[in-house]
């Protein structure tokens, strides 16, 4: 089965950056949009930002635009996501997630679209 592995997460002042990345196993999800979801302490999971299969399209949380920006490297199979400008209420877990249909576009927001999750990395911001 396909995993997806992220890493980057960490301990991070309000104001400071990070990158994540979600290297996939394999080369499954070249053709397949790509997300990231966070889950903060107590609340549902949610959606931060999602990418095309060439990248050329992105779409974002309102509350992530502007401060955030998601890419990805099929060559080395990795999607990213830098995060500037943290705010202590960026603190969660976050999972990057893949769906399995090819050159889908649709409803990239819910994450009942994705079939593919990593097991999630920590990011947490401190005042």
């Known amino acids: 089965q396909v995993q997806l592995e992220e890493s980057g997460g960490g301990l991070v002042q309000a104001g400071e950056s990070l990158r994540l990345s979600c290297v996939a196993s394999e080369p499954t999800f070249i053709n397949s949009a790509m997300g990231w979801f966070r889950q903060r302490p107590g609340k549902e999971r949610e959606f931060v930002a999602a990418?095309?299969?060439?990248?050329?399209?992105?779409t974002y949380a309102d509350s992530m635009k502007g401060r955030f920006s998601i890419s990805r490297d099929n060559a080395q199979m990795t999607l990213y996501l830098q995060m500037n400008m943290l705010k202590s209420e960026d603190t969660a877990v976050y999972y990057c997630?893949?769906?399995?249909?090819?050159?889908?576009?649709?409803?990239?927001?819910?994450?009942?679209?994705?079939?593919?999750w990593g097991q999630g990395t920590q990011v947490t911001v401190f005042l």
């Open positions: 997630a893949a769906q399995s249909s090819m050159w889908r576009w649709t409803n990239v927001d819910s994450p009942f679209e994705y079939d593919h």
């Open positions: 990418i095309s299969w060439g990248g050329k399209t992105t």
